[in-house]
């Protein structure tokens, strides 16, 4: 079952780009909603998991609740992760500067990467790695030389934040031969629950709930749907590399909505991002191909020679006149 996820790195690849882009919708709708964040959050958690348990019902079937006890406390502890990364980013942003949290947050893919290594053995290609570490200067391109010039509070914080997205993504390869959408679906309760006692009461109403619904299910529900089950298919590191486009789209989606410019160091920082995770990807495609590719050896042979050879290590050790004559 592991080899099968691991036979499909395109489509981690795909669903967990789709999933950066829609986070990376978050600093829109923050413009379109005129609440208070703990209230926002509230109803972006509520209606993100009322949409991933309608995925959940809609993938699973009469397996629906085997799917959720088999999570077990792996997926209980990857939703808590998830649930604590959001309050580390809400108290974050409170205590330090936006740009501090977003740089801090850049080093995700070197924490998930390590902690994949250290926990699982998951090892990374030399390319990806430095892919990583191009992307990491692009967002510090982006966000200049005042990224780091808020207080210590925000950003332990912050690096608690990663932490607990690296954590929980490396669970997920943990158990990636099970569903994690019901802890996934868990953690967006969780968000809600941890916000409720400091949320308004007040119910909102006509565009503002639209809004909110649409936060909820699109940027919260649809993305955090995507990278878990994207998470199964590819590497830790290369999971939260592909992560970081929600950095680089979401300035972009601001300029188009609300004529916001971004400077020219966003421009660039971002297309070295945007430059590292599409090499990164395309990459692996290269190394596959290669891996795939007959060796110059059994290249003039049949494809049922080569079947014979492969499933008989006798006779690729010469046991047969046949064989050493080859």
Known sequence: MQDEWQAHPWLGTVLTASAAVAYSTAGYFTRLIELDIPTVLFWRGLYAGLFISVCIVLLHGKETVAS???????????????AAATVCYLNALRLTTVAEVMAI????P?????????????????????????ALAGIVIMLGPDALAGQLG??????????????????????????MLPA?????FLSSIVVWPIASDAIPTGTTMFYLVLFGVFQFGLGLTLLTLGTRHITALRSSLLHRLQTVLGPLWVWLAFAEVPPATTIVGGSIVLAATVAASLFRDVAQLA????????????????????????????????????
């Open 68 to 82: 959720v006890r088999n999570i077990g406390l792996p997926g209980l502890l990857a939703a808590i992760l998830s």
């Open 105 to 108: 947050n850049a080093t995700a």
């Open 110 to 134: 070197f924490i998930s990467g390590a902690l994949a290594w250290l926990m699982i053995g998951e090892k990374e290609r030399w390319q990806v790695v430095l892919a990583s570490v191009f």
């Open 154 to 179: 925000g950003a332990l914080l912050a690096f608690m934040m990663a932490f607990s997205l690296a954590s929980m993504i490396v669970i997920m390869r943990v158990k990636k031969s099970v569903s």
């Open 184 to 188: 996934s679906c868990l953690s967006a």
């Open 291 to 326: 891996i795939r590719s007959p060796s110059r050896k059994t290249k003039g042979l049949s494809h049922e020679r080569r079947v014979d050879l492969r499933g008989h290590p006798n006779r690729r050790a010469g046991h047969t006149s046949e064989d050493r004559d080859w």
